[in-house]
């Protein structure tokens, strides 16, 4: 983003992104627990939090050098608390820089998945021409009816999930970790809107087409 802060703590209409994912799971039916990991030496966490008079996320300054990192950071604090996170409970992980997710699609994930043994994410069918390519030129065109480009949430059991991602460092998403433990997640669709702000073009485009939630 070639940003003065964070991609968390970027603002799209008047709040940082990270206050807006945080709303959207506060208003979300059916969540039990929001927790939010940070860099431990994380100064702005506290203005970011969502509706004040809405649960408040439990905030756990662990956060790794890479996404992986910090999600197992996060779910092994979640195990410390005093209600301990049960091997079975779900657990569904969200990039803060998808600040265009809907409280509607994190509870129809959350339906949907309900009787999955394994779990599953929202994802997007690719729609344009794949091209793989090397040193320039391209090496082949690939079955596009076959390519999904995955989002968050991923939802999955806790203790698969930590199991899978204690085992596989090297994996850029929990489904990855998944696949590898032999495991076939679920794929539901998501939406444009959902996309991971990640250059400038993408908050001024999520700005443009922002609707209240």
Do not use: C
Not at 25 to 33: G, L, T, Y
Not at 61 to 79: E, Q, Y
């Amino acid at each position: 983003m070639g940003a003065a802060v964070p991609k968390q703590y970027l603002m799209l209409k008047g709040e940082s992104l990270l206050r807006h994912v945080v709303r959207a799971f506060q208003k979300a039916q059916r969540v039990d627990a929001i927790a939010v990991v940070v860099a431990a030496n994380d100064p702005e966490i506290d203005q970011h939090l969502g509706d004040p008079t809405g649960r408040q996320p439990l905030v756990f300054r662990v956060g790794g050098a890479t996404r992986r990192d910090s999600v197992l950071n996060g779910l092994m604090a979640l195990r410390d608390l005093p209600f301990a996170l049960a091997e079975h409970d779900r657990v569904l992980v969200h990039d803060a820089a998808r600040a265009g997710i809907r409280p509607a699609q994190i509870d129809g994930l959350i339906t949907q998945l309900e009787d999955d043994p394994i779990g599953g994410l929202l994802a997007l069918p690719v729609v344009d021409t794949v091209k793989r390519v090397q040193e320039g030129r391209i090496i082949t065109t690939e079955d596009r009816a076959l390519l999904w480009l995955a989002q968050t949430p991923q939802l999955f059991p806790a203790g698969l999930l930590q199991q899978a991602l204690e085992r596989h460092p090297e994996v850029t998403d929990e489904a990855r970790a998944m696949e590898l433990e032999g495991w076939h997640p679920r794929v539901l669709q998501g939406t444009k809107g959902n996309l991971k702000v990640t250059v400038p073009e993408d908050l001024e485009w999520l700005s443009r087409s922002w609707e209240i939630r």
